[in-house]
């Protein structure tokens, strides 16, 4: 929408007169107001501004509709989500979460670290498009099957990652629902049990090497 320099425009109204200070007014633009009085201070407007041409002469016409609620809840529901993200990210293990179509919707660090992508290459695409193919389709089945009869699941895998490694894992996966009580999607983690695995195994041969010796 077009723009008009307004250095300031003074509303009088009863029983205060404030100020809009905005040097650039565009149609349907959101300012903030001056109040000497404190009355209005701190309260947010949706400025629209007409302009008309009569005879030669310019008359605008200033309408404000008051924005100061709907801002503070946006900027409620945008701390929450800082919050949320800066939960995410502080969890140690790789965490994913997808959309009812298991979609990618987010991930923290230790996961993209995990699949060896940036988040801009998970988020956006299923798992069909970022594991390797002989392992995506059984991933992207227990995605959808999970969708279907929502719950928990976990199970072991064996995975190779994208940087070269062969890992094994316990997939943790979870429905979520939305404030209205539908299905949001998947919400999981991945825990590295490849260490463990390789202990276990070195305990089974040694106990092995145990019973040839003395039994």
Do not use: W
Not at 174 to 185: R, S, V
């Amino acid at each position: 929408s077009g723009g008009m320099e307004i250095s300031e425009i003074e509303i009088h109204t009863r029983p205060s007169r404030f100020r809009i200070e905005q040097f650039r007014v565009f149609m349907d633009d959101e300012v903030g107001i001056v109040d000497p009085d404190q009355d209005m201070a701190g309260r947010t407007f949706k400025l629209r501004v007409g302009q008309s041409v009569l005879s030669g002469r310019t008359t605008y016409m200033v309408m404000f509709e008051e924005t100061t609620e709907r801002r503070k809840v946006e900027r409620e529901i945008k701390n929450q989500l800082a919050f949320i993200r800066n939960l995410i990210e502080s969890i140690p293990q790789p965490v994913f979460y997808k959309d009812t179509n298991a979609v990618y919707l987010g991930c923290n660090k230790a996961y993209c670290d995990f699949v060896g992508l940036t988040e801009e290459k998970i988020v956006g695409k299923t798992v069909l498009e970022i594991a390797p193919s002989d392992e995506a389709a059984s991933y992207y089945d227990s995605d959808m099957k999970l969708l279907g009869n929502p719950g928990v699941i976990a199970y072991e895998i064996v995975t190779n990652t994208n940087r070269g490694e062969t890992l094994e894992v316990i997939m943790h996966k979870a429905t979520f629902t939305l404030p209205d009580g539908t299905l949001g999607g998947i919400i999981g983690t991945v825990e590295d049990i490849t260490e463990l695995k390789q202990i276990e195994r070195a305990l089974r041969r040694n106990e092995e090497l145990y019973r040839e010796l003395f039994e």
